[in-house]
């Protein structure tokens, strides 16, 4: 081989090592600063608007995408007792947005029935899932960077609210801890709420997926 062609090999394969040391202690010191996780996403208030009464839906208005101030009108639902006919309004239970409608005009209801599911689109948060094992680090107050896929190259700015103060196994429907003899530990992980201090500009919606970075405290 020529002496050329070995001295840029040399190099070549120099350079590459110093960029490896490079990513790797930025990384380190990265993971000494940050809890980091991609088990996250954006998450909020959701509200199932509720038939009041019994009766036959009416001027439904609750369809996906529309939006209702506190108590405005989704629909009314009409009553029959006897000869006579009264109609009851639905009212928005806060500032929402329709996500999903599960009713129509004409369609008899009976009372508490889920008519629709709203959000509060500005009034969204950050879901982090955080490992039970590092969960002693998260402190509220603590800042926290806010990457979402659905927007790359973005970074987005929030802190912690509130510490979960169960597993979402505890919570979960069907939890999954055994009583058999089997049983194998599974590290648990802790529901980490975190707002954003600037809301996004860009459209964001519940299930959005989220990469999370949060600073350690100390």
């Given at each position: 081989?020529?002496?050329?062609?070995?001295?840029?090999?040399?190099?070549?394969?120099?350079?590459?090592?110093?960029?490896?040391?490079?990513?790797?202690g930025l990384r380190w010191n990265h993971s000494r600063q940050y809890i980091s996780t991609d088990d996250a996403y954006i998450d909020?208030?959701?509200?199932?608007?509720?038939?009041?009464?019994?009766?036959?839906?009416i001027d439904w208005q609750g369809t996906v995408g529309a939006t209702f101030a506190p108590n405005g009108t989704v629909g009314e639902?009409?009553?029959?007792?006897?000869?006579?006919?009264?109609?009851?309004?639905?009212?928005?239970?806060?500032?929402?947005?329709?996500?999903?409608?599960?009713?129509?005009?004409?369609?008899?209801?009976?009372?508490?029935?889920?008519?629709?599911?709203?959000?509060?689109?500005?009034?969204?948060?950050?879901?982090?899932?955080?490992?039970?094992?590092?969960?002693?680090?998260?402190?509220?107050?603590?800042?926290?960077?806010?990457?979402?896929?659905?927007?790359?190259?973005?970074?987005?700015?929030?802190?912690?609210?509130?510490?979960?103060?169960?597993?979402?196994?505890?919570?979960?429907?069907?939890?999954?801890?055994?009583?058999?003899?089997?049983?194998?530990?599974?590290?648990?992980?802790?529901?980490?709420?975190?707002?954003?201090?600037?809301?996004?500009?860009?459209?964001?919606?519940?299930?959005?997926?989220?990469?999370?970075?949060i600073k350690k405290n100390g």
């Open positions: 081989m020529k002496k050329g062609v070995s001295r840029g090999l040399q190099i070549g394969g120099a350079v590459v090592v110093v960029a490896a040391v490079v990513f790797g909020g208030q959701q509200y199932a608007i509720a038939s009041p009464v019994g009766g036959k839906i639902v009409e009553e029959q007792s006897g000869d006579s006919t009264s109609t009851v309004s639905i009212p928005a239970p806060a500032n929402v947005s329709i996500i999903q409608q599960d009713t129509a005009d004409n369609e008899y209801v009976a009372a508490g029935t889920p008519l629709a599911y709203a959000y509060d689109m500005s009034k969204l948060w950050v879901t982090v899932n955080v490992k039970e094992t590092l969960i002693h680090e998260v402190h509220v107050g603590e800042p926290v960077d806010i990457s979402i896929d659905a927007y790359p190259g973005q970074t987005f700015h929030g802190q912690v609210a509130r510490i979960g103060l169960a597993t979402g196994d505890t919570l979960s429907v069907v939890p999954s801890s055994s009583n058999n003899a089997n049983f194998t530990k599974v590290t648990q992980i802790v529901p980490v709420k975190v707002t954003f201090t600037t809301y996004p500009d860009e459209p964001i919606v519940p299930g959005f997926d989220v990469t999370a970075h």
